[in-house]
């Protein structure tokens, strides 16, 4: 069974700039979240995508924005980068209709900007 | 809105029992999670209680008064491995995303 891994692991870029986050989800699941974690916070929710519709987002601006692929992967795209937008991004996969909502998280991507 | 509430750091000594509190205020209730976060990974599943009562799963328990909005973890025989962020989430809706705390730091010491 292969678990969610997540794409880059870290990255460093200036604030303007776009930044595209890659999500491989656990086999066998439907759904994918994104989350966004501050230093010393918990994990914030931005987003989930189910059978690639977005089905719930959380409190951030449209320049948030996610895809959802035929495999069920996902990507996160951050456009204009701002200071505060430095965090590490997870992405968690679960079973959607018929499961708990037992979130299986990956490593996460620990994005800096500058 | 949703609401979780716990404290931000506990310490205890290796070998005792620790209680980790949570209170949450939601909508469309659907269940509560604790999950383990250790330093610089991510967050691993512990256990999920949707029905009132205590859950319990080898050295940790959890419980759940959905009247009270209250739940909390239950460690024993605390080891310097459990050491770590425990995050209490709710979850809401149809689609059962769960909304987290901001976590409390669980310092083990010998």
């Known amino acids: 069974e292969t678990g969610v891994t997540q794409s880059p692991t870290h990255l460093i870029k200036t604030r303007g700039q776009q930044v595209t986050l890659r999500c491989s989800s656990q086999s066998g699941h439907n759904t994918v979240s994104w989350y966004q974690q501050a230093l010393g916070q918990g994990p914030q929710f931005i987003f989930q995508?189910?059978?690639?519709?977005?089905?719930g987002r959380g409190n951030f601006p449209p320049r948030f924005s996610g895809l959802q692929f035929p495999n069920y992967s996902s990507e996160l795209n951050v456009n204009a980068l701002e200071l505060d937008d430095s965090a590490l991004y997870l992405c968690?996969?679960?079973?959607?209709?018929?499961?708990?909502?037992?979130?299986?998280f990956g490593e996460g991507s620990r994005l800096t900007v500058l | 809105g949703q609401n979780i509430d716990q404290p931000t750091e506990m310490t205890a000594t290796e070998g005792a029992i620790v209680q980790i509190n949570c209170t949450y205020q939601?909508?469309?209730?659907?269940?509560l999670f604790w999950y383990q976060q250790h330093a610089g990974e991510a967050p691993t599943f512990l256990s999920y209680?949707?029905?009132?009562g205590l859950e319990e799963k080898g050295r940790f328990s959890s419980f759940l008064s959905r009247s009270k909005g209250y739940s909390y973890l239950l460690l024993k025989e605390l080891q310097m491995k459990d050491s770590a962020s425990y995050l209490c989430?709710?979850?809401?809706?149809?689609?059962?995303?769960?909304?987290f705390g901001r976590g409390t730091s669980l310092i083990v010491h010998p």
């Open positions: 939601t909508s469309g209730f659907n269940g």
């Open positions: 209680n949707v029905l009132d």
């Open positions: 989430a709710a979850a809401s809706g149809g689609s059962y995303i769960p909304t």
């Open positions: 968690a996969s679960s079973l959607g209709q018929g499961g708990t909502g037992e979130l299986f």
């Open positions: 995508y189910y059978r690639e519709e977005e089905n």
